[in-house]
T-cell receptor, first 113, second 115 residues
């Protein structure tokens, strides 16, 4: 597609539930990134994929968070046993390679009640 | 650990004034630095990308400078317009491959241009 697409744009879930957030990167972009942005702060890195593999998952806060990119295109961020502190905007970005600029999606606003 | 700081956190100017936004980073071993714009409830839009070997980049009314040795970048927006109102974020990518390709962001500067 022309840009990075993220679905859903908004998600409200109850504490303890499982959620999946989807990212569809720009066609042909091999690098895909997930970031999390809390209100009034800059985005914080979660995980980076090069192709199908997670090249760097050092930003995932704990083992409740997991992400996949099985075919090297669409990625899904999965959060188990959600907590109120998980509420944030989850941003996805893709890039054509090292040194190239990032293109971000509009984000998924997750609210855990 | 790389830390990126943006000062001020918020800025309000009358229409027509030039804007000067500052970004500082603690580790000068960067691959590049990128400036983004974020509108309320939206994702990030890339404005300018400066490679570590460059000193500045220009696009229309926007000019970004980079002084890697002192750990600073400045975004200048000439003749500001109400449509420039947004949050501006800077982010650095590390030089060392072992540090990964992740960007480290500053907290942003929230800009309001009053008509």
């Amino acid at each position: 597609g022309a840009g990075v697409s993220q679905t859903p744009s908004n998600k409200v879930t109850e504490k303890g539930k499982y959620v999946e957030l989807r990212c569809d990167p720009i066609s042909g972009h091999t690098a895909l990134y997930w970031y999390r942005q809390s209100l009034g702060q800059g985005p914080e890195f979660l995980i980076y994929f090069q192709g199908t593999g997670a090249a760097d998952d050092s930003g995932l806060p704990n083992d409740r968070f997991f992400a996949v990119r099985p075919e090297g295109s669409v990625s899904t961020l999965k959060i188990q046993r959600t907590e109120r502190g998980d509420s944030a905007v989850y941003l996805c970005a893709s890039s054509s390679g090292t040194g190239a600029s990032y293109t971000f999606g509009s984000g998924t606003r997750l609210t855990v009640v | 650990k790389q830390e990126v700081t943006q000062i001020p956190a918020a800025l309000s100017v009358p229409e027509g004034e030039n804007l000067v936004l500052n970004c500082s980073f603690t580790d000068s071993a960067i691959y590049n630095l990128q400036w983004f714009r974020q509108d309320p409830g939206k994702g990030l839009t890339s404005l300018l990308l400066i490679q570590s070997s460059q000193r500045e980049q220009t696009s229309g009314r926007l000019n970004a400078s980079l002084d890697k040795s002192s750990g600073r970048s400045t975004l200048y927006i000439a003749a500001s317009q109400p449509g420039d109102s947004a949050t501006y974020l800077c982010a650095v990518r590390p030089l060392i491959k072992a540090a990964g390709n992740k960007l480290t962001f500053g907290g942003g500067t929230r800009v309001l241009v009053k008509p």
